[in-house]
T-cell receptor, first 113, second 116 residues
Framework: DAKTTQPPSMDCAEGRAANLPCNHS???????VYWYRQIHSQGPQYIIH???NNETNEMASLIITEDRKSSTLILPHATLRDTAVYYC??????????????FGQGTTLQVKP | GAVVSQHPSRVICKSGTSVKIECRSL??????MFWYRQFPKQSLMLMAT?????????EQGVEKDKFLINHASLTLSTLTVTSAHPEDSSFYIC????????????FGNGTRLTVT
């Protein structure tokens, strides 16, 4: 079962930063936080992942709280093409789980003109 | 970046027939692949984990004899929906993981299966 909690939906104005929160209060010390997004009728797209340090790449930034119980995905300048369902996932690791991803319900981000 | 190709993108079949879906990692070797199913307005549900050279591991509630998975090489996994019924109509998505337990999973673009 998914071990994350996200708001079901959010709106963001085009050109502004989109900040998507995620709670993962039961995260274990060796579990990473992954973010994916899914645009309608396509496969999920990898965005970013992190363990405890903040991470940034060409798509987004990931801010993880010091206690690792929550994180925020930041899209610095949202565009209409960023409208999608965003999934925050705690990556299950270990020899018996082979790193599979368990998806929750995600946050539907609507970027508006 | 890593590319996962899925084929076909859409398929319509008659009830009682079988359908095979292919998942290929195009520019990396995937020791592990995952198969998901997604119904309209719902999230992805993990069906099974496909390991190269060994039997797939199915999630609870997924019928292994109905959803046959073969991972014969490091770049190809197939999912066969046997004796398909209308309730099997769904969006099937595969993903592949390269070497390393924490390598990001990369997803194919899915296969829309419609059983009539």
């Amino acid at each position: 079962d998914a071990k994350t909690t996200q708001p079901p939906s959010m709106d963001c104005a085009e050109g502004r930063a989109a900040n998507l929160p995620c709670n993962h209060s039961t995260i274990s010390g060796n579990e990473y936080v992954y973010w994916y997004r899914q645009i309608h009728s396509q496969g999920p797209q990898y965005i970013i992942h992190g363990l405890k340090n903040n991470e940034t790449n060409e798509m987004a930034s990931l801010i993880i709280t010091e206690d690792r119980k929550s994180s925020t995905l930041i899209l610095p300048h949202a565009t209409l093409r960023d409208t999608a369902v965003y999934y925050c996932i705690v990556r299950v690791t270990g020899s018996s789980n082979t790193g599979k991803l368990i998806f929750g319900q995600g946050t539907t981000l609507q970027v508006k003109p | 970046g890593a590319v996962v190709s899925q084929h076909p993108s859409r398929v319509i079949c008659k009830s009682g027939t079988s359908v095979k879906i292919e998942c290929r990692s195009l520019d990396f070797q995937a020791t592990t692949m995952f198969w998901y199913r997604q119904f309209p307005k719902q999230s992805l549900m993990l069906m099974a984990t496909s390991n190269e050279g060994s039997k797939a591991t199915y999630e609870q509630g997924v019928e292994k004899d109905k959803f046959l998975i073969n991972h014969a090489s490091l770049t190809l996994s197939t999912l066969t929906v046997t004796s398909a019924h209308p309730e099997d109509s769904s969006f099937y998505i595969c993903s592949a993981s390269g070497p390393g337990i924490l390598a990001p999973l990369h997803f194919g673009n899915g296969t829309r299966l419609t059983v009539t």
